[in-house]
């Protein structure tokens, strides 16, 4: 091995020391630089074209900064999704029915023989009806609205068998004084 090292030393330095010899520089510098003009004025219109459109690709931090923006959107676009799924759980417990909103998680019997009238379309007796269709469309929608907006508090009370009782008995005392 120790001779194959020198011998590879020897044509090294051999290399080294050796230069070539140019007879005139100034033809040469004019040949490459025709030779690099002619390259240039070779590229076809549908390469120019590529580069000018692509030609961002080969600059490093104009790269990195489209994948940073590229990550940011699919971010964005990842979190807007969830956010509307979650709107469309919430909505789930709602119905529609002819353009008004249902209430259908509310266990009163007001609420069930109204969803009763509106499903079977059956209407209620003239000489009753104290109180418009558009105000019990109202009515309707201001109780789901609350039913959306405490849905939190009715799932704790819902949860909590002690705490339902509680609840109970002091809507029936409301119910009672209210009377």
Same mark, same amino acid.
């Given at each position: /091995?120790?001779?194959?090292?020198?011998? !590879?030393?020897?044509?090294?330095?051999?290399? &080294?020391?050796? $230069?070539?010899?140019?007879?005139?520089?100034?033809?040469?510098?004019?040949? %490459? /630089?025709? +030779?690099?003009?002619?390259?240039?004025?070779? =590229?076809?219109?549908?390469?120019?074209?590529l580069?000018? #459109?692509?030609?961002?690709v080969?600059?490093?931090?104009?790269?990195?900064? /489209?994948?940073?923006?590229?990550?940011?959107?699919?971010?964005?676009? &990842?979190?807007? +999704?969830? #956010?509307i &799924? $979650? +709107?469309v759980?919430?909505?789930?417990?709602? @119905? /529609?029915?002819?353009?008004?909103? %249902?209430?259908?998680?509310?266990?009163?019997?007001?609420?069930?023989?109204? @969803?009763?009238?509106?499903?079977?379309?059956?209407?209620?007796?003239?000489? $009753? &009806?104290?109180?418009?269709?558009?105000? =019990?469309?109202?009515?309707i @929608?201001?109780?789901? @609205? #609350?039913?959306? $907006? !405490?849905?939190?508090?009715?799932?704790?009370?819902?949860?909590?068998?002690?705490?339902?009782? !509680? %609840?109970?008995?002091?809507? +029936?005392? !409301?119910?009672k004084?209210? =009377?």
């Amino acid at each position: /091995m120790k001779t194959e090292d020198k011998k !590879y030393d020897k044509v090294l330095n051999l290399l &080294i020391k050796s $230069k070539p010899v140019l007879t005139d520089v100034n033809s040469l510098t004019e040949k %490459v /630089m025709r +030779q690099l003009q002619d390259e240039k004025s070779n =590229i076809s219109p549908a390469g120019l074209m590529l580069d000018f #459109l692509f030609g961002w690709v080969y600059i490093g931090w104009v790269r990195r900064t /489209m994948i940073t923006a590229v990550f940011a959107f699919a971010f964005l676009f &990842i979190y807007q +999704q969830s #956010l509307i &799924i $979650k +709107q469309v759980k919430d909505l789930s417990g709602q @119905r /529609m029915q002819n353009g008004s909103v %249902v209430v259908t998680n509310l266990k009163d019997e007001l609420t069930d023989q109204l @969803r009763i009238f509106k499903l079977t379309g059956k209407k209620i007796p003239d000489e $009753k &009806i104290n109180v418009s269709e558009k105000e =019990i469309d109202d009515m309707i @929608r201001s109780l789901n @609205r #609350l039913q959306v $907006k !405490y849905k939190d508090v009715i799932n704790l009370v819902e949860k909590d068998p002690e705490l339902k009782k !509680y %609840v109970e008995s002091r809507m +029936q005392v !409301y119910r009672k004084n209210k =009377i």
